[in-house]
């Protein structure tokens, strides 16, 4: 029994190894590195809390009207006054049950990396960037903001209602496609929409730091 132990705590540890080994490798390797910026485009930013990162977009632009996709009056409160939006993917259950780092539940959290909850999108009215946050912005062109804002509606899986309340007033949780996992984490899902959008990412991006490294 004891060397059955040993066996698969050594499995265990390589396959940790191996996984921080490529994460590390892959992140690093450049995608849309030749991106420049675009003079009079549209501005956008991709925040980080340490952990997590969010798309920071204005409500309004002339291609884009967020509220039309994410109706105000489904929200608590009258948010219309804001002219930024933050939105992120992840594991709905994840999301509810840890408002702050101070609630982490780890068989939550491995139920999530294990891919068995419904994703969720993470939607905020606010300002612009917090000032406790990380954040990265890019000017672009019309056509690369136009097909972020398509990556992000593709992966919409309702819109007629939220599916859970969110931290507070001025946010929800609305239906998303995909499963998080141990290999696509909301940094993996922010990553893959940047490269859509022929903005500059890495290969694979699981950490934030990736994320922002490459901005």
Not at 18 to 44: D, K, Q, R, W
Not at 149 to 171: K, S
Request: aromatic share 12%; charged share 15%; hydrophobic share 45%.
């Amino acid at each position: 029994m004891l060397k059955i132990l040993r066996r698969i705590t050594g499995v265990i540890l390589a396959l940790g190894s191996l996984y921080l080994v490529a994460a590390f490798v892959l992140g690093l390797v450049p995608v849309n590195a030749a991106f420049t910026e675009t003079s009079g485009g549209v501005p956008i930013d991709v925040c980080s809390n340490g952990v997590h990162t969010d798309f920071v977009l204005p409500v309004k632009t002339d291609e884009v009207d967020w509220s039309t996709t994410f109706r105000p009056r489904h929200f608590p409160t009258d948010v219309t006054g804001f002219d930024h939006i933050g939105i992120g993917w992840g594991d709905l259950d994840f999301y509810r049950s840890t408002p702050r780092w101070s609630d982490f539940d780890a068989g939550i959290a491995l139920r999530a990396l294990a891919g068995l909850g419904p994703a969720a999108l993470h939607v905020q009215y606010r300002p612009g960037p917090g000032a406790n946050e990380d954040c990265r912005r890019m000017v672009v062109s019309v056509p690369q903001y136009r097909a972020l804002a398509n990556y992000i509606g593709a992966t919409l899986a309702a819109t007629e209602a939220p599916a859970a309340p969110g931290y507070g007033a001025t946010d929800l949780f609305y239906p998303a496609l995909g499963r998080f996992s141990l290999f696509k984490s909301c940094n993996v899902w922010v990553g893959e929409g940047l490269k859509a959008s022929g903005l500059p990412s890495g290969l694979w991006t699981p950490f934030s730091f990736q994320v922002l490294s490459h901005l």
